[in-house]
């Protein structure tokens, strides 16, 4: 396989029962990993009525006025529930804000469960209450396609096919709703602002369904900048920093982006995705793991806490205060 292309695979292949397809998966699957940070699955079982239901959801809430959707924002959150208003977020080391607002979905679990695991709660939205019964039925579903997928990535690296199971159990993952927001002409737009300027992921993996217009961009092993483009019925993963620290390095997680449109008429149209980004428990350990350590590969990161990293993280980004 060309080490800058993303692999496509067929979950189907792993759960096949043949364990040539099952291998073929395996090593296809994390070889995309190791060389581009990015793979695209079919057969992944969410479904497209889901996907079609989630957009529409969506659309109806960023279509919501700015004032009533603010109501819905707690910045004291650091921006991990609820509604998160335009020009909040800049990628890592960006000082130019992103052309996009959006709404995160986290664990629902009773008061007791949050407390002990130190999350927020959910924040539901009166004029969308979708947003409840949709967001939550895709949380849920991209939960065990994601946990089932880390099992491939743990053969890949060798350890047990479980080893991620527990670690993931109560993470703490988040849905994000976004709307990369039409804007009227580049006028509107700051000098060198991107609906999403090039970053990596936080977490362990990201699954993604197809946006609603093109402008997906990862980096290439090379430097350049190449489209991900899935089928309506394909989903994209994509490797977080969390996995990259623990694999030292092996799987990479890949710079990434959302360019603007460069035909004028496409730059007023809004933007919609839906990224689920799978997080582990807090308190997982993120120190490099030992086989993926030797001479030839020394030891790249320093050893951390889930929890610890996203704290770093969300300061990086703006959304909590240092």
């Known amino acids: 396989m060309n080490k800058n292309t993303i692999a496509r695979v067929d979950y189907t292949d792993y759960i096949s029962g043949d364990p040539q397809r099952k291998a073929r998966f395996i090593q296809t699957f994390g070889d995309s990993f190791a060389n581009m940070g990015f793979a695209i699955v079919a057969n992944h079982g969410v479904e497209n009525d889901l996907r079609n239901s989630l957009f529409d959801c969506v ?7 700015d004032d009533t959707k603010k109501q819905y924002e707690d910045i004291a959150l650091n921006g991990q529930r609820g509604y998160i208003s335009r020009n909040r977020e800049s990628a890592k080391d960006q000082k130019v804000p992103d052309l996009k607002e959006f709404f995160h979905i986290g664990q629902e679990l009773s008061h007791e469960q949050l407390e002990a695991l130190g999350y927020p709660g959910n924040i539901w939205v009166d004029e969308s209450p979708c947003l409840k019964e949709t967001g939550l039925e895709v949380f849920r579903t991209f939960s065990d396609t994601g946990r089932d997928l880390l099992r491939a990535i743990a053969l890949y690296l060798e350890l047990d096919e479980n080893y991620f199971d527990d670690k993931i159990q109560y993470g703490n993952s988040i849905l994000r ?21 090039a970053h990596g992921d936080i977490n362990l993996i990201t699954l993604l369904m197809g946006g609603s217009a093109a402008g997906l961009q990862a980096q290439t092993l090379d430097g350049e900048w190449i489209d991900v483009s899935p089928a309506n019925d394909e ?8 996995l990259e620290r623990l694999t ?34 807090s308190d997982m350990d993120l120190s490099c793991l030992p ?13 951390t ?18």
């Open 177 to 197: 709703l976004l709307h990369y927001y039409p804007l009227a002409d580049v006028s509107g737009i700051p000098p060198g602002a991107l609906r999403a300027a």
């Open 305 to 322: 806490s889930a929890g610890e990293f996203l704290d770093e993280r969300l300061r990086e980004l703006g959304l909590k205060m240092k």
């Open 248 to 281: 030292n390095g092996k799987l990479r997680s890949t710079q990434h982006r959302v360019v603007n449109p460069e035909d004028l008429e496409e730059l007023k149209k809004p933007r919609y995705s839906t990224p689920f980004f799978l997080h582990p428990n």
């Open 59 to 65: 659309k109806s809430f960023f279509a919501l006025d």
């Open 235 to 242: 989903i994209v993963i994509n490797i977080g920093d969390m």
């Open 291 to 303: 086989n993926c350590v030797n001479d030839e590969h020394p030891k790249q990161f320093e050893d």
